[in-house]
């Protein structure tokens, strides 16, 4: 049983361009977070969401970022029009349906904004 | 605004030792307290939690203990290994959503 995918690990972008980083869930998982590590902080939780639908994105700047958990297909966090200070280790981490169970991580995708 | 604080910020062991890391919380509503562990390049893994309802949890060298009305807990490694180097985060969660310290550096000296 795979574990959270994430692709890409790395990703470089320059500033004003699109990222699109992705997450696989652990098979069987239904509920999807997406959390945010700046250098030498801990995990902000940015998004939850459910097959199609955002449960819970408090977490989540008001603009530029978004994110979408699609019927079929991995969840997508996009962030428009980068800027230096994006730069951070994105986690996704998936739970199955019944509330209050582990949630697992992925091993991240670093985004560097140049 | 910070809801759980971590500390200390880095903390130095000799193998064998003892290493205690402290965290704190103030909303009350929190019900889950997990620990994590991350290795550089690497995703947080689950490496021990507890509930409000018990005191002290132990698995294996990893001891959580907790103080409900001091809002305080803490993970305590024995024995200490090398292969113990690693970040550990705190977390505290109500619902969904975990709240995680800024984090623990340890470094288990030979």
């Known amino acids: 049983n795979a574990g959270v995918m994430q692709n890409p690990r790395h990703l470089v972008r320059r500033r004003g361009q699109e990222a699109r980083l992705r997450c696989s869930p652990m098979?069987?998982?239904?509920?999807v977070y997406w959390y945010r590590q700046l250098p030498e902080e801990g995990l902000k939780f940015m998004v939850y969401?459910?097959?199609?639908?955002?449960?819970?994105e408090s977490g989540m700047p008001k603009e530029r970022f978004s994110a979408e958990f699609p019927k079929e297909g991995p969840s997508i966090l996009r962030i428009q029009q980068v800027v230096r200070g994006d730069s951070a280790a994105y986690f996704c981490?998936?739970?199955?349906?019944?509330?209050?169970?582990?949630?697992?991580f992925g091993q991240g995708t670093r985004l560097t904004v140049v | 605004q910070q809801q759980v604080k971590q500390s200390p910020q880095s903390l130095i062991v000799q193998k064998g030792g003892i290493s205690i890391i402290n965290c704190a919380y103030e909303n009350t509503a929190f019900d889950y307290f997990p620990w994590y562990q991350q290795f550089p390049g690497k995703g947080p893994a689950l490496l021990i939690a507890i509930r409000p309802d018990v005191s002290e949890k132990k698995e294996g060298r990893f001891t959580i203990s907790f103080n409900k009305s001091a809002k305080q807990f803490s993970l305590h490694i024995m024995d200490s290994q090398p292969g113990d180097s690693a970040t550990y985060f705190c977390?505290?969660?109500?619902?969904?959503?975990?709240?995680f310290g800024k984090g623990t550096s340890l470094l288990v000296t030979p």
């Open positions: 969401l459910q097959k199609e639908n955002i449960i819970d």
């Open positions: 977390a505290a969660q109500s619902g969904y959503a975990l709240n």
């Open positions: 981490a998936s739970s199955p349906p019944a509330h209050g169970l582990e949630a697992f």
């Open positions: 098979k069987g998982h239904s509920h």
